[in-house]
């Protein structure tokens, strides 16, 4: 049974810093596509970040330079490093991985609130 578990969501003010995790079971992670993707209510689910198997990273450019992603293939985890918050951050944040077994498999965690506000 494939799991993505996400914590490290909550309030914090503009400016400041959250990191998010997202556990992993189930899969074959080192050979999974990781990413996380965020939905703010009245929009549609976008994509923050990725990394690929080999470490190769793309991000939306409204977080460029201020989020990171990055992952521990011996701890089957995979982070978000978010700087410098936003109030148009404010989103349910979630962990997706796609792995490629013959055929592609797009897993989705539970997601984790994350509110950006003074």
């Known amino acids: 049974q494939v799991q993505l578990v996400e914590s490290g969501g909550g309030l914090v003010q503009p400016g400041g810093s959250l990191r998010l995790s997202c556990a992993a079971s189930g899969i074959f992670f080192s050979g999974a596509t990781m990413a996380w993707f965020r939905q703010a209510p009245g929009n549609q689910r976008e994509m923050v970040a990725a990394?690929?198997?080999?470490?190769?990273?793309n991000s939306a450019d409204s977080v460029k330079g201020r989020f990171t992603i990055s992952r521990d293939n011996a701890k089957n985890t995979v982070y978000l490093q978010m700087n410098s918050l936003k109030p148009e951050d404010t989103a349910v944040y979630y962990c997706n991985a796609v792995v490629l077994t013959g055929v592609i498999r797009n897993y989705w965690g539970q997601g984790t609130q994350v509110t950006v506000s003074s």
């Open positions: 990394m690929t198997r080999d470490g190769t990273t």
